[in-house]
């Protein structure tokens, strides 16, 4: 059974840039959840997509959003992008009904 | 105040040793614990999942919850080198997905 998949694994921007992060949930998964991976602040919960709906969302501004599709994949995008977004970003998926969380190998992004 | 406290670590032990993690909560209506396990430049990877207290075994791996204490342990029997690695708790007040992690603690075995 295929794992979580995210695209690109690795990026390089420039501040005030945009940029689009993909993730594939495993199959079967309707939940799709983002995260937020530094070093000083460890990993922090962005949003949450079910049936093609934010369910929940974390305490960042309004540059970070997302969607997901009626196949359950997921994108989240950042704009306007601050040497601060600098992190690791890690997409979770698990069933429908919740419960255990199954992660990606993440999406690197620096921002210059 | 955070949420979810864990020691950074690191933690170093010999091969073969019992190792203990814990985390301690503050949130009273967290309900779903998991223990994740993340190599350098890797995402997490899921290693025990649980909502209810008591002790849960899988292998060399049991996952304990005090709900009344608000801590939870992960214990892993006969530590091996390749457990060497940073592991995060998670936990959550419902069943869907807005978990709170710990900063992770930094395991190294050494052979």
């Known amino acids: 059974k295929a794992g979580v998949t995210q695209t690109p694994r690795y990026l390089i921007k420039t501040r005030g840039q945009q940029v689009t992060l993909s993730c594939s949930p495993i199959?079967?998964?309707?939940?799709v959840s983002w995260y937020q991976q530094t070093p000083g602040q460890g990993l922090q919960f962005l949003f949450e997509?079910?049936?093609?709906?934010?369910?929940n969302k974390g305490n960042f501004p309004g540059r970070f959003s997302g969607r997901q599709f009626s196949n359950s994949r997921s994108e989240m995008n950042v704009s306007t992008l601050e040497l601060g977004d600098s992190a690791l970003y890690l997409c979770?998926?698990?069933?429908?009904?919740?419960?255990?969380?199954?992660f990606g190998e993440g999406s690197r992004l620096t921002v210059l | 105040q955070k949420e979810v406290e864990q020691d950074p670590g690191p933690l170093s032990v010999p091969e073969g040793a019992i190792v203990s993690l814990n985390c301690t909560y503050s949130?009273?209506?967290?309900?779903?614990f998991m223990w994740y396990r993340q190599y350098s430049r890797k995402g997490p990877e899921l290693l025990m999942y649980?909502?209810?207290?008591g002790n849960k075994e899988d292998g060399r791996f049991t996952a304990q919850v005090d709900k009344s204490s608000k801590y939870i342990s992960l214990f892993i029997r006969d530590s091996q080198p390749s457990d060497s690695a940073t592991y995060l708790c998670?936990?959550?007040?419902?069943?869907?997905?807005?978990?709170?992690f710990g900063s992770g603690t930094k395991l190294n075995v050494k052979p």
């Open positions: 979770a998926s698990s069933r429908p009904e919740g419960g255990e969380l199954f």
């Open positions: 949130n009273s209506a967290f309900q779903y």
């Open positions: 997509y079910f049936s093609e709906t934010q369910r």
């Open positions: 199959s079967g998964h309707r939940s």
């Open positions: 998670a936990m959550s007040v419902y069943n869907f997905n807005k978990f709170y």
């Open positions: 649980t909502y209810s207290s």
